[in-house]
């Protein structure tokens, strides 16, 4: 495709390898990346959302597999979604209109080659979720890309150690900065200098969107975690009276999950709006992937009740249930303020047509009511303990921790209320999280999506079962 005269000039000048041949224009912070890969064998990015990372990291992929004789370039992410869906689509967008790169790169679903060496010139995407996922690559010129690194365990990371010690390995880690320990974060504290750490603020970033600030900033403030991590690329601070801290919630959006043809657990809860700019938020849980279905403002009991029919009717036929082998749909419903209207109506859905809505079990469910518990003083923070053993299991007998147990969706929102709500103890040394209305009085918005999700996680006994599958 290149002279050798050129290959070396571009070798070493991958800025001008993104102009001249993939035929794009770096931004600043994007041009110094692409030289720091190029001069460094340790680069690692931290930076906050939609500032261009993905887009860097496919022009390096493009630009070491071109520049470099018999490369292996080693992808990975902590999902699936983020690693082919967004990743790897980068990739094949910048190569898919370039008759020059078609004519000597070959993409696939998982891998891209040079034509005639695809066992020997490749980049290749593997999912971190195995310790494997990055060994057994050997070449004098190999590059590990890291995408959403503060996702990936450290365990991944060990056969890239050992790789480095080849002069032209190259490593790029890019992510927002989610966790407060681990491998990316100790590459931006502890072990920075042995690295050329870079950090994006999006606010400074062309590519994000100003209105997205804003939004942020006027929602949950400039002192939130929430805008330190996702915008402004920076570590979270970890305030000793959050419930549950925010590296929990990153954490679980970025475990993988493989859907299943026959769940063991399908619940659908709905958060029914107060007031105001509240929102009603419906969701549903998939055995340990939670989902939201529809938010919109509104108090309409009557179409918030259809949409809850029409989300039961698509699971029932997605999954083929039944009433002979299966057990009914938990519905848990806000049951407080309008939220009464919406269960009354399920419930009358139910009686008209027990047949048709044989799958219809409703459960209303009164947050900020006082509970008997010996550590939880109401329903709000019992449900608050239980969303967060779930982010955070452990083996009862033996103390480990065991893999995740809710799957949250990627959901700004979500991630702000789950991670700002403070709890305090009560005279009677129970614990018990601030409520709606004291978040308000802190300038921060209703919870809607949490409560959503607070409900789907809200554990249930049915009242008649039906089959041999577990919903509680």
């Known amino acids: 495709m290149f002279d050798s005269e050129a290959i070396l000039y571009y070798a070493d000048h991958p800025v001008e390898f993104v102009e001249d041949i993939i035929g794009a224009t770096p931004d600043l912070e994007q041009a110094k990346i692409l030289r720091s890969v190029a001069k460094n064998q340790l680069t690692t990015v931290r930076s906050g959302h939609g500032v261009g990372k993905s887009t860097v990291e496919a022009w390096v992929v493009i630009w070491f597999i071109v520049t470099r004789p018999f490369p292996k370039i080693p992808c990975t992410a902590p999902t699936q979604h983020q690693l082919f869906d967004i990743l790897w689509a980068e990739v094949s967008k910048w190569l898919r209109n370039n008759k020059a790169l078609t004519k000597e790169l070959v993409w696939t679903k998982e891998k891209v ?53 080849t002069p032209g390995a190259r490593l790029l880690m890019c992510g927002n900065p989610t966790q407060l320990s681990g491998f990316f974060y100790d590459s931006h504290n502890k072990n920075k200098s042995s690295y050329a750490a ?156 027990p047949e048709r809505f044989w799958w219809l079990e409703v459960y209303p469910v009164i947050f900020g009511q006082r509970i008997k518990h010996k550590y939880y003083h109401d329903s709000t923070t019992y449900m608050m303990a239980i969303v967060k053993k779930l982010l955070r299991p452990y083996d009862e007998d033996t103390r480990e921790r065991k893999p995740v147990e809710l799957i949250l969706p990627d959901d700004d929102d979500l991630v702000a209320q789950l991670s700002g709500r403070k709890y305090a103890l009560t005279e009677a040394s129970k614990i018990k999280v601030e409520s709606k209305d004291a978040m308000k009085k802190r300038g921060l918005p209703s919870p809607d999506e949490a409560d959503c999700v607070l409900l789907l996680c809200l554990p249930i006994k049915l009242s008649k079962r039906k089959g041999v599958k577990k919903n509680g």
């Open 198 to 353: 870079f950090h994006i603020d999006g606010r400074k970033s062309s590519r994000v969107s100003r209105d997205f600030v804003q939004t942020i900033i006027r929602m949950y403030g400039e002192d939130s975690d929430v805008f330190r991590v996702r915008v402004a690329g920076d570590f979270p601070l970890q305030e000793d009276d959050i419930f549950i801290p925010l590296s929990l919630v990153e954490n679980s959006i970025m475990t993988e999950f493989s859907s299943r043809k026959n769940p063991d657990l399908i619940h659908i809860a709905c958060d029914v709006a107060r007031f105001g700019d509240d929102k009603t938020v419906i969701g549903c849980k998939i055995n340990e992937k939670a989902e939201f279905y529809k938010k919109r403002q509104g108090q309409d009991t009557m179409k918030t009740a259809d949409d809850i029919i029409l989300l039961g009717e698509m699971l029932v036929r997605r999954y083929r249930l039944t009433p002979e082998k299966d057990d009914p749909i938990p519905v848990k419903v806000d049951d407080g303020g309008v939220g009464g209207g919406v269960v009354d109506r399920l419930k009358q859905i139910k009686r008209n047509d």
């Open 113 to 165: 080659y040079m034509r005639g060496y695809p066992e020997e010139w490749f980049a290749v995407a593997r999912t971190a979720s195995k310790p494997d996922a990055l060994q057994g690559f050997h070449a004098n010129d190999v590059l590990y890309i890291i995408d959403e690194a503060s996702g990936v365990d450290d365990d991944i990371f060990e056969p890239v150690l050992g790789a480095l010690s």
